[in-house]
């Protein structure tokens, strides 16, 4: 049976494992950090709490691309990426989560940031060791951090106490 895959064309394998296979789900946030240290976290409308910029990424589209695409499409604020990546592991859910850290390209006023998309309600800064009430993902998103500021791995799996 392997043979026989095996000698399959590559486009066809790989939608014969894309359909057999279950689907994840993968997601991309961005950080963006004031000099004062607090982040900017945003309220979806679809959502129980706060979570970081971002949103899915497109199938073929890179990571750091959706992190900017979407910081820009709810923000209306141009970002570049500077630090990361680092990924969250969620395999009872099926996804995982890339999160890079973000710098606004040229002068802005980070008070002056609004939202510009009818997905969010709110927006606001608060300190990354203090902040509001979260989502289960954005949860997951802090666990990781808390674990990279203590010198930990750059990788978090949920419900993996080895990580």
Do not use: C, N
Not at 19 to 48: C, H, M, N, Q
Not at 57 to 86: F, S, Y
Not at 134 to 156: K, S
């Amino acid at each position: 049976m392997f043979r026989t895959f095996g000698t399959l064309p590559k486009p066809l394998r790989r939608w014969l494992v894309r359909t057999i296979r279950p689907t994840w789900t993968a997601g991309s946030v961005a950080i963006l950090e004031r000099d004062d240290g607090r982040w900017l976290f945003v309220r979806p409308v679809y959502r129980k709490g706060w979570t970081l910029p971002g949103g899915l990424v497109d199938r073929g589209e890179h990571p750091a691309v959706t992190a900017v695409r979407e910081t820009k499409e709810e923000l209306g604020l141009t970002v570049e990426i500077t630090g990361g990546p680092w990924v969250v592991v969620d395999a009872e859910h099926s996804r995982f989560e890339t999160i890079y850290r973000v710098g606004v390209v040229g002068e802005h006023d980070l008070d002056t940031i609004a939202v510009t998309t009818p997905e969010l309600s709110a927006l606001g800064w608060f300190s990354p060791t203090d902040p509001p009430e979260l989502e289960d993902e954005t949860a997951e998103v802090m666990v990781l951090v808390r674990q990279i500021a203590d010198g930990g791995a750059t990788v978090h799996v949920k419900g993996d106490d080895h990580s």
